[in-house]
């Protein structure tokens, strides 16, 4: 299946252009992509936190640190593998540093004390350089060992929140697209969104989060509702690899942005309709009444008292 942008040429495009750029200036320039991987209690947890920070790219959870291979979960939580319920954090050191994300990490971890080598014990897997980036170790560094990717059920499951706030045009569609889903999109032109006008505010179907004025919406002809811009750029977690735009409150799945779009930032995020809820905007009150101008009279009159 595709993303909900796939079927353009223009995202094709754009994308594969940036790809180029990248691998050209790869040999000159610091990596765009790193690894780091961490341990520091139950996975679920910790995989969440890092997946809302600036800069990280991507996530996963697996086990690390044992002596037995392939390990099933049941094998780790029998405390005899030996294993570590470990995050891989891939990210941008162009946008946050090493240190920065152990800075992170030390806020972030389960302080309680485990027994070395039991699943929740915390440490951090690092290479010879990244352990040379470090100043002060308050953890325990451990070398990398082979990465264990967890069973998929395990992957992002403390992401999405139940939602709160429930409102959208097909429940059905809904629980298909918008929920645990990241690539599949709704049927193309069938989206109620689509071809609406109404000045209004776009909000997140599950949690109610406002995420799109009316005014960005324009039509790409993709199909899909579009918008230039969202009304808080920390409202949505846009993740560059996946091109994948969440709702940054409940991670909810929208849909997809590229950078083919018509203002000058080339946001252009192609969003389901069935992951979103509108509300009219209120309009402000503009006209006074009879009473109101009466009041407004008499309260400028009143001043102008005042200041003689
Ligand atoms: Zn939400």
């Known amino acids: 299946m595709r993303s909900s942008c796939a079927p353009y040429k223009g995202c094709y495009q754009k994308g594969g252009k ?3 750029t990248k691998k050209t200036k790869k040999t000159k320039k610091t990596k765009k992509k790193q690894t780091s991987f ?3 209690g139950c996975f679920w947890g910790i995989e969440k936190k890092f997946s809302g920070l600036k800069g990280v790219l991507e996530t996963q959870v697996g086990y690390m640190g044992g002596d037995y291979e392939d390990p099933t979960y049941e094998d780790v939580c029998s405390g005899q593998t030996g294993h570590m319920e470990t995050v891989k954090v891939t990210y941008d050191p162009r ?17 309680k004390y485990y027994e070395p080598k039991s699943q929740y014990h915390s440490a951090i897997f690092c290479t010879d350089n990244q352990r040379g980036k470090l100043r002060k170790n308050k953890a325990k560094l451990l070398p990398i060992t082979k990465f264990y990717v967890a069973e998929d059920y395990h992957q992002k499951y403390n992401f999405q929140k139940p939602c709160t706030k429930l409102d959208t045009e097909s429940f059905d569609v809904f629980q298909k697209i918008c929920k645990n889903n990241s690539r599949n999109a709704e049927t193309k032109n069938k989206g109620k969104y689509l071809f609406d006008h109404t ?26 509702p579009a918008f230039s811009a969202s009304l808080s750029d920390d409202r949505l ?6 091109k994948e735009v969440r709702c940054a409150k409940c991670g909810l799945h929208l849909g997809h942005r590229t950078f083919d779009g018509p203002t000058k930032t080339k946001i252009h995020d192609c969003i389901n309709s069935v992951c979103l809820s509108f509300d009219l905007k209120k309009t402000h009150i503009k006209e006074l009444t009879e009473k109101g101008k009466a009041w407004a009279e008499a309260a400028s009159l009143d001043m102008i008292q005042r200041t003689k």
């Open 18 to 20: 940036t790809k180029k």
């Open 38 to 40: 961490f341990a520091g």
């Open 199 to 224: 000045k209004g505010i776009y909000s997140c179907a599950c949690c109610g989060t406002s995420l799109y004025d009316s005014e960005d919406k324009y039509d790409s002809g993709s199909g899909w």
């Open 237 to 242: 977690l846009f993740n560059p690899k996946s």
């Open 95 to 111: 946008i946050i540093s090493y240190p920065q994300l152990v800075d992170f990490f030390m806020k972030i971890r389960d302080k």
